[in-house]
């Protein structure tokens, strides 16, 4: 038989292969990376030349001696070989006689623990491991929980490192036990404890003659065996449009990849969001057209109708339409070092190619990782989990994560850095205030503000404690009043006596302050007002908000810039001393920091320039620009 023929008998065996996706996850130096290592070289995977590289490596890098390290099959990264952890996620493929395989290999160290929920989003099998030393660490619980949360049903409890406990059934049995019961609400399928040395290969691909007294499946056996149902192509038909393919006048299709369920020319289809119907025409691919598409395909549908469709869109069956809403419970891991949630602050929420502006409204609990109790929180750190509350901008397409992973999850962002902040599961839309509507009014914003001869808007005055901000507004007041404008001030001191008494000075209280204000002054701003805010607004997440709730031209960005050194030597309330003298926490330019402005309208320095000066350089502003004669 010549050579191509073998090359194509194979690939046609590999074809015909059904795939498993797997990862390995656990607390850090469980043995993860050389685990998959020995995967890749007992299933024959690795050339002569990377093994030979690999044992030059072992003995500059490697932590077993003599012998081949390998973990450094998988940590490519040269930080993860000098430190000896795995940083990021390596994906790695391998196969034997019965299945194919992708495996992921995810960080331990509880600082990546938002890579192994990356890692875990796209597996349906998780291979944990736990040192046979040390038992269930509070790490192995998080992973566990993280896996269990993101829908994966099949775990293998890989207890390695065994010949360090002299192959020790009673310690085999007690972890076990001990996993069974903290995992017992976790809902998974199938649970089965291995007891394995991955550096040896003992119960890995072969059956050791060291553990005499273990009759279960080795790791390889069970891998090939475990019955993975892949249930997508019997789900609704799901499909986000990813892009609206309009090659010539002739042919407008929609191109993304089928989610779940199947779809056929001549099937009913609808718009998820907009309600909109019609047939499907045809099914076309970069290999020609399909009489049928299912899960898994990229495809670009043609329909009979000119219907408005794009990007973001979801596809369905008018009999299988996903919910619509704009507000919703759902998990989420806090993903972001360094940056904590803050509820009511506004983020980027994107689900499938759609992406919304969104607001945590509520965050019913957090989860304590060690005992899963619920715990009060106003704020998420880094890999917490929590059950929230969100609200967004529009409403969105959805199902709950329970019943279809790709149209369930999203991710946060922020929208200042583009970072990925959080990710999340919906569970269940939220119905409330449903009998509720805007109130259609005869007499509008400009009706009132023509009456009163203005253009309504929003003086937004931000700058540190002691910059002037109050004084300046309120002389700006003084001259817009005198001259026959109608005006209203909103003073940082004077709303936290009423609106927001309850609110204290922590950063997530600060966000709920401007949140609330700004609410308040786009009301102003609709009575067809010029209201003066004068708030120190430490954050340009929440100054962006406040801008975006009114119209383009409505919102005027003051900042007072005053250096921190003459703010402290003004202090009229002496609150800076208390400060320095760690009487008052939190305080802007002190331990909370402020964020400058990056493109106001107006700038006034009050190093260089009075009160009175800076505050008819307001009044000239408005009156340069239309908002006052």
């Known amino acids: 038989m010549s050579n191509v023929a073998l090359v194509s008998d194979y690939l046609a065996e590999q074809e015909n292969k059904s795939l498993l996706r797997f990862i390995t996850c656990g607390s850090v130096d469980d043995g993860k990376s050389t685990l998959i290592g020995r995967l890749l070289y007992d299933s024959k995977l690795i050339f002569e030349d990377q093994l030979a590289a690999l044992t030059r490596d072992s003995r500059k890098h490697g932590t077993v001696g003599e012998d081949i390290d390998f973990a450094l099959l998988v940590d490519g990264l040269e930080a993860e070989r000098e430190q000896g952890i795995t940083i990021d996620v390596a994906y790695r493929f391998f196969t034997t006689e019965a299945r194919k395989f992708i495996v992921a290999d995810t960080p331990g160290h509880e600082q990546y623990t938002r890579n192994m929920a990356t890692g875990a989003s796209n597996a349906e099998l998780a291979v944990i491991l736990v040192d046979a030393r040390y038992g269930v660490l509070p790490q192995t619980r998080r992973h566990s929980f993280i896996v269990s949360l993101v829908g994966i049903k099949h775990v293998i409890l890989a207890i390695n490192k065994i010949d360090l406990v002299d ?40 059956r050791s003659a060291k553990m005499p007294w273990y009759d279960g499946p080795t790791l390889k056996e069970q891998l090939e065996t475990v019955n993975v149902v892949d249930d997508l192509e019997h789900k609704p038909f799901r499909m986000v449009v990813q892009w609206v393919n309009r090659p010539n006048l002739d042919f407008r299709g929609f191109s993304g990849t089928i989610a779940t369920g199947s779809i056929k020319p001549g099937d009913e289809i609808i718009v998820a969001k907009s309600g909109r119907t019609s047939k499907v025409k045809s099914i076309v691919t970069y290999d020609g057209k399909l009489a049928e598409a299912f899960a898994r395909q990229a495809v670009t549908i043609q329909l009979e109708d000119e219907i408005d469709i794009s990007r973001g869109d979801v596809l369905a069956k008018p009999s299988q339409r996903p919910e619509v809403a704009d507000q919703f419970a759902a998990q989420l891991i806090w993903m972001q070092d360094g940056q904590d949630l803050m509820p009511g602050r506004p983020y980027l929420l994107k689900c499938g190619a759609k992406s919304v502006t969104a607001t945590v409204t509520e965050l019913k609990y957090k989860v304590d990782i060690n005992n899963f109790d619920h715990l009060a929180a106003k704020t998420l750190h880094l890999n917490e989990v929590a059950m929230v509350n969100l609200s967004l901008a529009e409403p969105i397409p959805f199902d709950p994560y329970d019943e279809n992973h790709e149209t369930g999850s999203f991710v946060l962002i922020d929208r200042l850095t583009n970072q990925t902040v959080g990710a999340g599961m919906i569970q269940f839309a939220l119905r409330r205030a449903s009998n509720v509507h805007l109130q259609a009014l005869d007499v509008d914003k400009v009706a009132r503000a023509r009456l009163k001869a203005q253009k309504p808007a929003i003086l937004w005055f931000t700058g540190l404690s002691g910059a002037g901000k109050s004084t300046i507004a309120n002389l700006v007041e003084k001259k817009l009043n005198g001259g026959g404008q109608h005006t209203y001030v909103l003073d940082g001191d004077n709303v936290r006596h009423g609106l927001n008494r309850d609110l204290g000075f922590t950063d997530v209280d600060r966000v709920e302050n401007i949140r609330r204000v700004a609410e308040a002054a786009k009301l102003f701003v609709d009575a067809g007002l010029i209201v003066l805010v004068s708030f120190i607004s430490p954050f340009r997440s929440e100054r962006r908000l406040a801008r975006e709730l009114v119209e383009e031209g409505e919102f005027i960005e003051i900042h007072v810039d005053t250096p921190l050194s003459l703010a402290e030597e003004r202090d009229p309330k002496g609150l800076y001393q208390k400060a320095r003298a760690g009487q008052i926490k939190n305080f802007t330019g002190i331990d909370s920091p402020y964020e400058l402005p990056e493109n106001a309208e107006l700038t006034l320095n009050t190093a260089e320039h009075t009160a009175e000066e800076l505050a008819e350089a307001v009044v000239k502003h408005l009156r340069d620009n239309g908002y006052v004669s």
Not at 171 to 191: H, N, P
Not at 194 to 201: E, Q, T, W
Request: net charge negative; hydrophobic share 40%.
């Open 167 to 206: 192959h020790s059934q009673e310690v085999f049995e007690r972890i076990s036990a001990d996993y069974r019961e903290f995992a017992s609400s976790f809902g998974f399928e199938t649970l089965v404890p291995i007891p394995i040395s991955a550096r040896y290969g003992d119960n890995v691909f072969e």
